[in-house]
C-alpha cells in the first residue's frame, strides 16, 4: 500500500513537474526564438546567436537586439516526404506561427516502394497543415539520390542542391538532421555528412547558420511528453516545446502521409518525443582560409 501510495505520488509529482516546464517555456518562447536571430552590425542583414555556453540551460533568452522574426528565412532539408512531420513538426509549427518564411528541400520522393508520385501528393498535404505552402516546397527527384536505408549519397551532389538552394532563397537559418540521422538511415546521415562537407570548406553563406536535430536514444525517443524534463535539463542550442492544440496539428500533418500509415506508425505518433519536442545543436562553421602554394 505505501509502495502504491509513493508511486503515485512520484508520478503526479512529475505530471506538475512537467507542466510547469511547459508553461515556463510558454512564456519564454517570444524571448526564446530571438536568441538563434540577433543583428550583429546594420551592414549585415540577420545573424543568429544561439547559445552557446554550457551552463546555459536550454530554450533560455539572451537576444536583446533581436529583429523581427518574421525576416528569417528557413529552409529544412530532409530525406524523404514525411520525415518533415516525423522529426521536425514541433520547429516547424513553433516557426510557421513566428512568421517566419520556411522553405522544404525534400532531397528524395521516398521511392523506395515505387510510391513516389503519391508521397509528393502526401507532402504538400502535410506541408499545408505544418504552415509552409506548396510554392516553398521542392522535391528533387534524382537517379542518384533514391530513397535506399542502404545508400549513403554523394557527398558533391547533395551539398551542391543544398546550397543553391540556399543561395536561391537567401536562407538564413537551416534545420536538418545531425549525424545520427534520428533514425540512423543513411539518406539522413548523408544530409549531414553534405553539411559538415559545406562547413569544413567554408561555403555555407556567413549569415545562415545550420541547425542539426538532436539524435536520443531509443530509451527517450518513445517516452513522448514525459521526455520533456530531460530535454529542457540537457544543454541545446534552439528548443522548441508544442502543447495539445499544436500536436493535433503534427498528428493532422503525418495522417496526410497516408500511404506511411501502417500500425507502428500510430504508435509512433503516440509514444515519439519528437511529436512533442525538438532540441537542436549548431553545426559550427569552419574559417578555412585555405592558402595554395
Ligand atoms: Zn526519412
Not at 84 to 96: N, R, S
Amino acid at each position: 500500500m505505501f509502495v502504491l501510495l509513493s508511486v503515485t505520488l512520484c508520478f503526479l509529482g512529475y505530471i506538475i513537474c512537467i507542466k510547469l516546464i511547459y508553461n515556463r517555456f510558454k512564456r519564454l518562447w517570444p524571448s526564446s526564438r530571438s536568441n538563434i536571430l540577433r543583428s550583429s552590425s546594420p551592414a549585415k542583414d540577420v545573424n543568429f546567436l544561439p547559445s552557446r555556453d554550457p551552463s546555459d540551460s536550454p530554450c533560455r533568452t539572451c537576444g536583446n537586439a533581436a529583429r523581427p522574426f518574421d525576416e528569417v528565412r528557413v529552409l529544412l532539408v530532409t530525406a524523404h516526404p514525411d520525415d518533415e512531420c516525423m522529426f521536425f513538426a514541433p520547429a516547424l509549427l513553433k516557426l510557421t506561427e513566428s512568421n517566419a518564411a520556411v522553405h522544404l528541400l525534400c532531397l528524395s520522393s521516398g521511392n523506395y516502394y515505387n510510391q513516389g508520385a503519391q508521397r509528393k501528393e502526401e507532402l504538400l498535404g502535410s506541408c499545408a497543415v505544418l504552415g509552409i505552402p506548396a510554392h516553398r516546397v521542392t522535391v528533387i527527384d534524382n537517379k542518384e539520390l533514391q530513397d535506399d536505408p542502404k545508400t549513403e549519397w554523394s557527398i558533391a551532389l547533395t551539398a551542391s542542391l543544398i546550397l543553391k538552394h540556399i543561395t536561391a532563397y537567401s536562407i538564413n537559418l537551416v534545420l536538418t538532421f545531425d549525424k545520427g540521422g534520428v533514425s540512423g538511415h543513411a539518406n539522413h546521415i548523408s544530409i549531414y555528412k553534405a553539411f559538415s562537407h559545406l562547413a569544413f570548406v567554408g561555403r555555407i553563406p556567413e549569415d545562415c547558420q545550420v541547425l542539426s536535430l538532436q539524435t536520443i536514444s531509443i530509451l527517450r525517443k518513445y517516452l513522448s511528453i514525459f521526455e520533456l524534463p530531460i530535454s529542457w535539463l540537457l544543454p541545446s542550442a534552439f528548443c522548441c516545446i508544442i502543447g495539445p492544440n499544436e500536436y493535433k496539428k503534427a498528428k493532422e500533418a503525418m495522417f496526410h502521409h497516408s500511404s506511411q500509415l501502417l500500425w507502428f506508425r500510430h504508435l509512433y505518433i503516440l509514444f515519439s518525443r519528437y511529436m512533442f519536442v525538438n532540441t537542436f545543436r549548431v553545426v559550427p562553421v569552419e574559417k578555412n582560409d585555405v592558402k595554395f602554394y
